[in-house]
């Protein structure tokens, strides 16, 4: 099965800095990568994915890149606020035979930006 | 716009008693997951369904059963409850043939 490793585990960044998470993943067959944000509490949001035709996507603040060749895909978030504070979840996506796709996800990385 | 719903969103329990957990999809998503998520962890698949057949099994115990009705919405039944089965439950749906899945609120369980 897909296996995720998402690093760093904690990440603690000034506000206006910017933060680099990082995944891999070990399924060649994967091929849709969702990052999800989840608040203390509260339920996984997805706030930006990617596919694994494209290389990179940007969204304001946030962009995911992808190297399929590496199995390696990145989440940037540029000038950092403390409502960026949450735990992110990478994910990677391939086809299950059952007719679904089901999400592996990483363990999570802390993110903390200081005032 | 409609999300997933989860019921109910707190549930204590006692050891060895049962729990059912329910979950609606977005309207016109035809595919259910169940996560399961320990404090401080990621989630873990359990199961999915796709157009009320089981689509997937990940890490579900045996002591756990799941089904998809014909409106769509999952039900998770789970038995002999364990202490270690305190944890935030999701359900997540997506659209057929849709990679993107959204979480519901999740359940709470607490075993004591």
């Known amino acids: 099965g897909e296996n995720v490793e998402q690093h760093p585990s904690t990440l603690s960044v000034q506000e206006g800095d910017s933060a680099v998470i990082k995944c891999t993943y070990s399924d060649s067959a994967s091929n849709y990568f969702p990052w999800y944000k989840q608040e203390l509490g509260k339920r996984p949001q997805l706030i930006i994915d990617?596919?694994?035709?494209?290389g990179e996507k940007k969204d304001q603040r946030i962009a995911v890149t992808l190297n399929k060749t590496a199995k390696h895909f990145s989440l940037h978030i540029t000038e950092t606020q403390p409502e960026d504070s949450a735990v992110y979840f990478c994910?990677?996506?391939?086809?299950?035979?059952?007719?679904?796709?089901?999400?592996?996800f990483g363990r999570g990385t802390s993110l903390i930006v200081h005032p | 716009a409609a999300g997933v719903i989860q019921s109910p969103r707190h549930l204590i329990k006692e050891k060895r008693e049962t729990a059912t957990l329910k979950c609606y999809p977005i309207p016109r998503h035809d595919t259910v997951y169940w996560y399961q998520q320990g404090p401080g962890q990621d989630p873990q698949f359990l199961i999915s369904?796709?157009?009320?057949?089981?689509?997937d099994k990940g890490s579900i115990p045996d002591r756990f059963s799941a089904q998809q009705f014909s409106d769509y919405h999952s039900e998770l039944n789970m038995s002999s409850l364990e202490l270690g089965d305190s944890a935030l439950y999701f359900c997540?749906?997506?659209?057929?043939?849709?990679?993107?899945?959204?979480f519901g609120q999740g359940t709470r369980l607490t075993v004591v």
């Open positions: 997540a749906s997506s659209p057929g043939g849709s990679t993107e899945a959204f």
């Open positions: 990617i596919r694994s035709n494209v």
């Open positions: 994910a990677a996506t391939s086809d299950a035979s059952g007719g679904s796709y089901i999400p592996t």
């Open positions: 369904f796709y157009e009320k057949m089981q689509s």
